[in-house]
């Protein structure tokens, strides 16, 4: 039975699951819905329960959540292992996993939407990447800036300075967790660095992370660099270096991206 996952290309938690499969050398198909579509795909295969992707066709099941897709792939593929074997070091991971999907990864998303309804130019890169052509035409990036306002609190000022906020005491604590250390649970990659260093890459914008598709806000990398040589983001870029590139990958996964309409 084939492996897909329904996934867009430039969401972060998407990333984090697309990652996973790679570490893992699982050979899968990806698929990408048009703008919209994804909320009606998603819960047509999940009946209901998830609006969102990503979203994970496994040996018949439809996993929706990140967190939730790797569990079932620590299931079913256990090696290369993204959970430590040690308990102890594995609940350190998993919580840290949890902390960085509740108190980083929706501030960075809602921060670079935020920037990007507020800068027309951006905007008008996002749109196509966002909506099929024929939302496109009948409501352009209007209709797009609302969809965002309405789906992910995006309008307020005062909610961005809550994302910077946030986003910064995230990487003070990326940052306390690694200690002298490379890894945050162990002396291995976990799921713990492959959360946080996927939730951070809309900021940091490593080469072997993905292509946005969108320009990235002026304002978005001007707050980036305005929190000066942080470790926590040199780190995100080794994380994606000796982890993400190809070479790193114990097998090569045949992916086949595919638009849907």
């Known amino acids: 039975m084939e492996t897909v996952l329904w996934h867009i290309p430039f969401s972060h938690y998407n990333e984090k699951a697309r990652w996973a499969l790679d570490f893992k050398g699982v050979e899968h198909r990806r698929r990408y819905p048009a703008g919209g579509a994804h909320i009606a795909i998603s819960l047509w295969k999940t009946r209901g329960r998830h609006t969102t992707f990503p979203l994970l066709e496994l040996d018949g ?3 929706a959540d990140s967190t939730a897709i790797i569990a ?3 299931r079913t593929v256990p090696e290369p292992r993204l959970y430590p074997a040690d308990p102890a ?18 501030y960075v998303r809602r921060l670079v939407f935020h920037e990007v309804t507020h800068d027309r130019d951006a905007l008008d890169t ?3 990447r966002a909506a099929p052509e024929r939302m496109r035409w009948a409501f352009g990036r209007v209709g797009v800036a609302a ?3 309405a789906r992910f609190g995006t309008r307020s000022k005062r909610g961005a300075e809550q994302c910077r906020r946030m986003i910064t005491a995230a990487l003070d604590r990326l940052e306390l967790e690694l200690g002298d ?3 945050l649970a162990g002396d291995r990659f976990s ?9 951070l890459y809309p900021l940091v914008l490593p080469p072997e992370g993905p292509d946005p598709g969108f320009r990235i806000p002026d304002a978005v990398l001007e707050f980036r660099d305005g929190l000066g040589p942080r470790r926590g983001l040199y780190w995100v870029k080794e994380m994606f270096r000796r982890h993400r590139s190809f070479e790193s990958a114990p097998a090569r ?9």
């Open 191 to 199: 799921v713990a660095d492959l959360t946080a260093a996927s939730l």
């Open 89 to 106: 070091i594995r609940e350190r991971a998993l919580a840290l996993e949890d902390f960085f999907d509740e108190q980083l990864g929706p």
């Open 147 to 149: 969809f965002l306002h």
């Open 72 to 74: 079932a792939l620590e």
């Open 181 to 183: 250390g490379d890894y």
């Open 126 to 128: 996002f749109v196509p």
């Open 61 to 63: 099941e439809a996993i």
């Open 253 to 261: 996964s045949v992916v086949d991206t595919v638009a849907v309409a």
